[in-house]
């Protein structure tokens, strides 16, 4: 009888374990699919200036430096800046990628063909540019959700033309600066070599 009870107590306590397991597994996948959709700026979808669907996935191992940018802006010369930037950083690991709006004081009324010219020809452009989108309010585009709320480090809405967040190799937001913030800044230079 001993025996049979002993019997009966391995099958409850086996077919515990087995739920505690089932637990542990399913929690674990929640953590991992949370930890995904919250650290990955990498696979927010985004349009490249001439409408290719692109992500900042191919610029994964790379520093980013992120700037909402537009063209008739008294920020606008700050490209000239940007421009040396890359250039200077571009094979050291420094990828800048611009993302026009025209969210403050309608400075960007172009079109994504309008703003690609402006840029090349006047300021030489080389570095990515994306097609343009909203950065704050309602229809605020998702890679800027992701850099201005929670759990962001740097929370806030974007206040102008020419912020800038920094995101490090592993993709994640190291520094946020704002327009006045200028790309030959000491402070910037000295984040940038840090995060490379």
């Given amino acids: 009888?001993?025996?049979?009870?002993?019997?009966?107590?391995?099958?409850?306590?086996?077919?515990?374990?087995?739920?505690f397991f089932k637990s542990v597994l399913a929690l674990t996948a929640i953590l991992t699919m949370t930890a995904a959709s919250a650290g990955s700026l990498y696979d927010i979808p985004l349009k490249d200036?001439?409408?290719?669907?692109?992500?900042?996935?191919?610029?994964?191992?790379?520093?980013?430096?992120?700037?909402?940018?537009?063209s008739k802006c008294g920020y606008t010369p700050q490209y000239k800046g940007l421009q040396?930037?890359?250039?200077?950083?571009?094979?050291?690991?420094?990828?800048?990628v611009g993302f026009p709006c025209n969210d403050f004081g309608a400075q960007e009324p172009g079109s994504n063909e309008?703003?690609?010219?402006?840029?090349?020809?006047?300021?030489?452009?080389?570095f990515p540019m994306m097609g343009k989108i909203t950065v704050k309010g309602e229809n605020k585009h998702p890679l800027y959700k992701a850099l201005t709320e929670k759990p962001s480090p740097f929370p806030g809405e974007i206040?102008?033309?020419?912020?800038?967040?920094?995101?490090?190799?592993?993709?994640?937001?190291?520094?946020?600066?704002?327009?006045?913030?200028?790309?030959?800044?000491?402070?910037?230079?000295?984040?940038i070599d840090k995060a490379l």
């Fill in 84 to 96: 040396e930037l890359y250039t200077k950083y571009k094979d050291k690991g420094l990828v800048i």
């Fill in 1 to 19: 009888m001993s025996h049979h009870l002993t019997v009966m107590d391995s099958v409850s306590g086996f077919s515990s374990m087995k739920t």
């Fill in 159 to 191: 206040s102008w033309n020419f912020n800038k967040f920094l995101i490090d190799k592993e993709g994640k937001i190291v520094a946020r600066y704002k327009s006045g913030v200028a790309p030959d800044s000491s402070t910037l230079l000295a984040d």
């Fill in 49 to 70: 200036i001439k409408g290719n669907d692109t992500s900042l996935e191919k610029y994964k191992g790379k520093a980013i430096l992120v700037v909402n940018v537009a």
């Fill in 114 to 126: 309008d703003i690609l010219e402006f840029c090349q020809a006047r300021f030489d452009v080389t």
